[in-house]
């Protein structure tokens, strides 16, 4: 049994069974070797005296949360970070015994849950200073936090600017109940230069150099990208996040092991002759004779519709273009180019298939979005296969 988990007789219990056959219309497959690998990958970059504090919000980015802090857990991780209470309660109710980190504001109905469940909470006003510790006081334990300091994301957090004042307020709080753990901020545009991560260090710096933090208070600022290109400055803790799970950090960056590959059944085969139209509105019509692959997957699963007359899909290899709009259940490949597709065929929308690739960041730029809404945008209609986890 690996530190920081418990288990239930002898194996551990999951939020989702496991499955070992891809027989569905379309799945997902998680590499859990490639995501610790990524993971090794960051923790190598920020030296000895750093840990990681990986994030795994939005259901680990959508790949599966339980399965993911088990792939984790041979980096020996600090703890979890979450997003919401319920993420939280989710982990504990997994067995997870690390700390685990809400970093997003707590609506003040949740706090009382969340310090039951002995998450550590982010607070980044002094109303929620406030209001954490009347919770703290009401279920007579304590409540741990780390404190936002805001640098220039301008989302949540304290002003750093205004940290004379906000912190004379915060210390005319009783804060009997309140175990200060951590502090922290948000980084704006790693994924896009060393600048701005150099200017919201000196900012993190100045509040930290006026607040009478106790010994021993963690700080963390730097994701994936900031980890890679200024390590420096990894303080205590390293918040990596999308490199993990498969997407690129930043420009200029190392690329991450591909973790996730998205696949789908050929369900129904057709030679369209030239002028024949395919898909709502009849946004594509065949240029001459054709043969079209009609996929199981569509953006009722997660597939991004502009992709539409886009993007790609991988057969044998060989890698086919998507003709006419996506609908929410289907999608229609041109295969004139792949000889012997047959019905069941499997085709790969992300990952690899020979000698093909179609990674995450490929989809998402052509979709005009970001990987991180591609993979958390995959939705209940795709099982989650994971491979290489527990010897899977």
Not at 128 to 151: C, G, K, N, S
Not at 165 to 179: D, K, T
């Amino acid at each position: 049994m690996a530190p920081g988990l418990v288990s239930e007789g002898s194996s551990w219990h999951l939020s989702r069974p496991m499955s070992t056959n891809p027989t569905s219309r379309a799945w997902a497959e998680i590499d859990a070797s490639a995501l610790l690998r990524n993971a090794r990958t960051v923790r190598s970059s920020i030296g000895p005296d750093a840990r990681l504090l990986p994030m795994v919000k939005a259901d680990a980015y959508g790949l599966g949360v339980a399965e993911a802090v088990r792939a984790l857990e041979p980096v020996d991780p600090w703890g979890f970070g979450v997003a919401t209470v319920d993420e939280g309660v989710e982990l504990r109710s997994l067995g997870v015994e690390r700390p685990v980190v809400v970093v997003s504001p707590v609506p003040e109905a949740s706090l009382g849950r969340a310090i039951a469940s002995d998450l550590q909470l982010g607070i980044s006003s002094v109303d929620a200073f406030r209001m954490t510790e009347d919770a703290a006081r009401a279920l007579e334990r304590p409540a741990r936090v780390h404190l936002e300091i805001d640098t220039g994301m301008g989302r949540s957090g304290f002003d750093w600017r205004a940290v004379d004042r906000w912190r004379s307020e915060i210390s005319n709080v009783g804060a009997q109940r309140i175990e200060w753990v951590g502090c922290y901020t948000h980084l704006r545009s790693a994924d896009e230069g060393p600048e701005s991560i150099h200017e919201q260090w000196q900012r993190l710096r100045f509040a930290l150099d006026r607040l009478d933090a106790p010994d021993g208070v963690l700080i963390h600022m730097l994701n994936s990208a900031g980890a890679m290109r200024l390590p420096a400055y990894a303080a205590a803790l390293v918040r990596p996040g999308i490199f993990l799970f498969g997407g690129e950090a930043g420009k200029g960056l190392p690329a991450p092991e591909p973790v996730v590959a998205l696949r789908a059944r050929v369900v129904h085969l057709r030679d369209a002759e030239q002028g024949d139209a395919v898909g709502y509105g009849a946004t594509y019509r065949a240029e001459g004779p054709e043969r079209w692959a009609t996929l199981s997957i569509g953006y009722g699963d997660g597939l991004p519709r502009s992709l539409g007359n886009r993007g790609h899909a991988l057969l044998a290899g060989v890698r086919v273009p998507i003709v006419g709009r996506i609908s929410m259940d289907v999608t229609v490949v041109d295969i004139s180019a792949v000889p012997r597709v047959a019905l069941a065929d499997i085709a790969t929308l992300i990952g690899r298939d020979g000698a093909g690739r179609i990674t995450v960041d490929e989809v998402a730029e052509l979709a005009g979005t970001i990987s991180y809404e591609v993979l958390t945008g995959l939705t209940r209609r795709i099982p989650r296969i994971w491979k290489g986890l527990d010897g899977s």
